[in-house]
Structures are given as C-alpha cells and as structure tokens.
C-alpha cells in the first residue's frame, strides 16, 4: 500500500511506484472513482475514454430523472 499526505490546497503527489505502475505522465488524465464503502479507484485516462465521452456526452443526459430510473430499474 502507497501513502499519500493532501495538501492545504486539495494536491498530493502519486508515489512512484504508482505512476510507473500507471505508465503516468506530466499531462496525464486520471479517472476517480468513489465507492459507496469509502474506497476510490484511481486509473489512467486514454485519448480514446476522452473522445467516446466527449461523443456521448449529449445523450447521457436522457435518463437522468427519478421516473426514468423506476421505469428502467428491471431491465
């Protein structure tokens, strides 16, 4: 496990071995993803993740009502 202290600013620094791990560079995205038991997974964004998002994007906001998620929540 590989530590990391925030700053006053909301910043830490990825340890090393995280980012060789990552394949990370300067410019790099990263994707966060908080869980509902408290615990984050972290990983790389590639070119392609940021082209099919910024493509979809207009439809993502479709299903994005309480009605809509009762109507689906079956399927």
């Given at each position: 496990?590989?530590?990391?202290?925030?700053?006053?600013?909301?910043?830490?620094?990825?340890?090393?071995?995280?980012?060789?791990?990552l394949?990370?560079?300067?410019?790099?995205?990263?994707?966060?993803?908080?869980?509902?038991?408290?615990?984050?997974?972290?990983?790389?964004?590639?070119?392609?993740?940021?082209?099919?998002?910024?493509?979809?994007?207009?439809?993502l906001?479709?299903?994005?009502?309480?009605?809509?998620?009762?109507?689906?929540?079956?399927?």
């Amino acid at each position: 496990m590989q530590l990391a202290k925030l700053s006053s600013k909301g910043q830490m620094t990825i340890p090393i071995e995280i980012r060789e791990n990552l394949h990370l560079k300067t410019g790099d995205t990263l994707a966060w993803d908080a869980k509902p038991d408290g615990s984050v997974s972290v990983r790389k964004v590639t070119p392609l993740d940021l082209d099919y998002i910024s493509a979809v994007s207009g439809t993502l906001s479709e299903w994005n009502s309480a009605a809509d998620e009762e109507a689906y929540r079956d399927l």
